[in-house]
């Protein structure tokens, strides 16, 4: 692939990007979330097409038309989420829509399953063809992946993340399995966050950032450091505002919260007018964490102090009533009710507070949602426009107006800032600020390391459900930020053993 | 002016069907526009008018419930019974609004913390319901009332029907509740996005459950006007109803998937219903052809409803 150039609107995705891959190569790809990987392989895999630049598949040069030409030319893409339909055998997944048949038309079962057993007898594994796939396992799971990729006649196999839901032995044997695969003259183009398992597996690696090729090369020439720094350090485009670091009282205190499966004895606490920054990697458990903080799921242990004082909170109408706003990163699908008005939207967290007898006061709210959008900015013909009719940037703004109407003291913004442009980034920071100046705590999730580095009077750092790290501003760099959120500090090395637990 | 047209079309095309259909039964028929008729009209599409109110409920928030039908049988066999047996007239209406309540809270719990979807849960119902009903009244219808109780079918007040004034204030009582209340905003916001609902501070599973328990109440009192109505509660009562009451309030607009729709459409729903009821019994259709043409404007009215919702 050379050249590759794409854009999504408001953003470049991929600027004149070039990747190769030789005959039974590994060929890792790395990156923060977001820098362009998953949008690289798409256009390989033919699900997206790029706006510029070529793709040459041995010798000859090709235009993708869709997934399935790239299949049959031999590209297959095992994605992080599985693709297989769960209560069909293992031998029906492989050979979906593409059963052998006897005279009549009726399934030749037979030669499936026999066919199946000569595809899998390389893997030296126990699998039984007839097995029902939702029965057999992440791991197995993905050998039916990489098979099904192989009785396609796949010269190329991607795979994104094989190892997140893995534990340790399996990835041992997933290793194998790849090796496996190099010598029977397959490539792998293999994207992973866990750069040690890079260099167990790979033999080149490319590194983007922000839509760029920062370097490709032998991984016998790069240490992990180097990776990381090739990672971080992006040039900064976004404006920040300036933020005092003024920390008033402690408003919020977590102590030991703790879900099985999704985060470990995580305790924190935050005080009024700062912005608490927590970074790591998406799926290091941030998002769960906040939701368990807001009652939105139900924590096995764990308490939660407010304002000095201990609270119950069972449910998020708990958690609003004690003074926690979240905004969740979906906002179009967890904000917003997109059939409803504008009026409608953002007062679905007042409703309760202006209500006699049952009745609610139209005109009260009426007046606290008119303030709100003015003072927001939000651009609407009226109150009574559908939130669907509004611009992508307005409707942002009415989940914002939502939890502002509610004066809560701590908000929670889960990557406050994802998918939308500099203008509208800039203008979030800004009434991050000023929530804070007003007294709140900020909690902030994002991946975005300058940003969360720019914004946050201190950084938490996640990792595998768990806190790894804490610095006040200005006390790390990135590629220490970045490192732990890897996994890589010396105090994440102990836990290493614990990410099975995910599974 | 051609596309202000289409824009009437959509928001206002029930109103004008109704209207085309009224207009082309008084020209069919001599009898249909006399106050006799138009009051038998309404009086019919009462009872199950006010059953398609409660049903707005459950289907603006995208749920559905089949058992009113088998809730009215029950409640009404019950309230007869116990008018046998000699209760008054409030103790029997309160009898029979429990028994809805309990019907209603019984799916909403089973919906809601039982996580069962809501097809489910009342198809259940609908059939535990019936039998109960049958094994109180082992199978015998229970008649013959007196009193204050045949008032509340067969009544009037200032010359206009019980059944009537009933089933309007339903709607007028539902209108301000979707409109004023928490229930009401709630039960909208819940079928347009219920995730979001919670992800607000709201506790949804209690609201979804009040809009199960709102439909058990109008099915109860659609028992009472129609026990006393028939001066009888039959076994088989309102046995196939959950039909005509879904497709008033389908007919009226409301969206099956939720968050969109009115008690107002909902009325006229239920009226075009009764209209069509009793032009084609006055035109002499067979009862045979009566069902294909309820069919086929259920099928109409929900197609006119995807033209309504693809932008313009």
Redesign the interface.
Known sequence: MSGISKSFPGVKALKRVDYDLSRGEVHALVGENGAGKSTLMKILAGVYRADEGEIWLKDSKITPTGPRAMINAGVSVIYQELTLVPYLSVAENIFLGREPRRAGGLIDWKKMWADVGELLAPFNLSLNPRARIHAIGPAYQQVVEIAKALSLKADIIVMDEPTAPLTGSEVDRLFEIIRNLKSGGVSVAYISHRLEEIHEVADRVTVLRDGERMITAALSDLTVDDIIRHMVGRTLTEQYPKVEDSAGEEVLRVEGLTKRGVCTDVSFSARRGEILGFAGLVGAGRTEIMQLLFGYRRRDSGRIFLRGAEVRVRSTRDAVRSGIALIPEERKKQGLVLGLSVMDNSALTIFDLHTTLGFIRWPDIAQRVTEMVRSLGIRTPSLRQEVKNLSGGNQQKVVLSKWFVRNCDVYIFDEPTRGIDVGAKAEIYKLMVSLANKGAAIIMISSDLPEVMNMASRILVVYAGRIVSEYRRGEATEEQVMSDALGLGAQTAADAGTQGARE | MKLDLTRILRSYGIVIAFIIICAAMTVLSPVFLTVTNVRNVIRQSSIFGIMAVGMTFVILTGGIDLSVGSILAVAGAFSAGMLKGGLGIVPIVLLALVLGIGCGLANGLLITIGRIAPFVVTLGMMSIARSLTLIYTKGYPISGFTGSFRFIGGGEILSMPFPIIVFLLTVVVAWLILT???VG??T??IG??E?????????ADFYKTVVYVISGITAAMSALILTSRLNSAEPVAGQGYELDVIAAVVIGGTSLSG??GSVWGTLIGALLIGVINNGMNLLGISPYFQLLVKGLIIIGAVLLDRLRQEPA
């Open positions: 004023q209340t928490r905003r709630y909208y916001a347009g996005n995730e979001t609902v919670k992800l607000s501070g709201i506790n968050g969109r």
